[in-house]
């Protein structure tokens, strides 16, 4: 259909890198694009840290469950919600901000996944790689810690960022008309329309394992959600500020 | 640098369309954008509801605070996290999601966010206009009850689209050396620069009302977020079957 859409439609998370670091100009086009992404009502809350230190993407890497491209890639961002700037322009008007609300938090959470996904378009568009990383949320305090990120700021997720090594596939999304809706939200085809994405993931997962791995996206799903996970979330976001009592 | 970044960096809100509607095949490009977004372990945790229903989109547009523009648009998106259809999946496993949890919340707002900012793009890479729209968390029950949304999904924002009506001009971001820390987040000089922005966007606002609106951002984040907005959220989310237990 035209560039920009044949670049979003050929994603797909990168996790090996070549060792060339990030232009300058590079990093400056991304931020840029993430600052232009909507706001809710302009508040931008929203902050990024970019980290290159070796040794602090190696601890970030460990307290994100192991995960080596943190430490091998040349660029970790960790993308964060935060209410703390909005706090001190409150300060500014000798008022004072309301961050025990769910929708501040959603807000706040909402503002910097849309800054977040316009620096991986960008990136992407300049031929580099990227990977979300929710293990960022696995050690919340610790990250919190090494970052000194003040209060009324949480790590949403990681990404990162370098010139793609790898040529991995694209695994299959769910059928469209699970996705999307006319006028009203359909419950009718749920449970078939799973079966037939699960014998799809299936035949990919074999494919792509030569047949090592038998598995299917409802055996994932419930295998991931069945049990609790990360929660230490909520005691350390109400340690951090946020609240959700109304 | 390239197309796509030229695309991001030129975004504004498009609140007035022509009244041409947009065609299938360009609703179809952009849905397809938004499922090759990044998803966390790719539990896909969102939907969306297209709505064309003149009479539709305008309760819509009452419950939202009255915003005209989604009856005035051709197309309006209402963007869900969406842990329904997870919940179905585990079920067909024989097992039980926990949807009682910060992370699972974090990650169905986080998922819902990534697909929609992809679409946003595509949409605006086919020559479309966007606005988000955060009203529809006004009265997210009655909204619930109009899409006839299953427990499990909460309504995060709304989209409207259509061909842009209007050449509005861009709001001026805040400088990157807030938004942007690099190895650690820095507070140092948060005020001092914040004193900055207010003078930029006391200049846009009286230039943009030829002088009628005397303001600045510190004042205006003040206003909005003194007192708590969207005080229902919580329960509603509740009621939905979300928690936050931990």
Redesign the interface.
Known sequence: ?????N?????R?IRKYKSDPIPQEYV??I????????S?????A????????QE?KKELSILSGNQTYIADCPLFFVW?ADL???Q???E??K????S?????F??A??DV??????A???AE??GLGI??I?GI?NQSKEVTEL????KL?YP??GMCLGFPDQEPS??P??Q?N????????N?SN??NE??IY?QITNEYYLERTKGKVNTN??????N????????????Y?EDQGFG???
């Open positions: 259909m035209n560039e920009t859409i670049l979003l439609k050929s994603h998370s400056d086009e931020i840029t694009s993430a600052q232009m992404a909507s809710s009502s302009h508040v931008q929203y902050s990024v840290i970019g980290v290159t230190d602090k964060c703390y700037r909005l001190v322009a409150c500014m008007e008022t004072e901000i309301v025990g609300t769910m929708e501040n959603i807000v959470t909402a996944t849309l800054a977040a996904q316009n991986a378009i960008a568009s300049l990977v979300y929710g949320r970052l000194q990120l003040p700021v949403v997720f694209q695994r999304r769910l469209t699970l996705i999307y809706h006319q006028e009203v939200y419950t749920t449970t799973l079966k699960n996206w409802s055996k994932q799903m419930s991931k959600l069945q049990t609790a996970s990360r929660k230490h979330l909520r005691k976001l959700f009592s109304e």
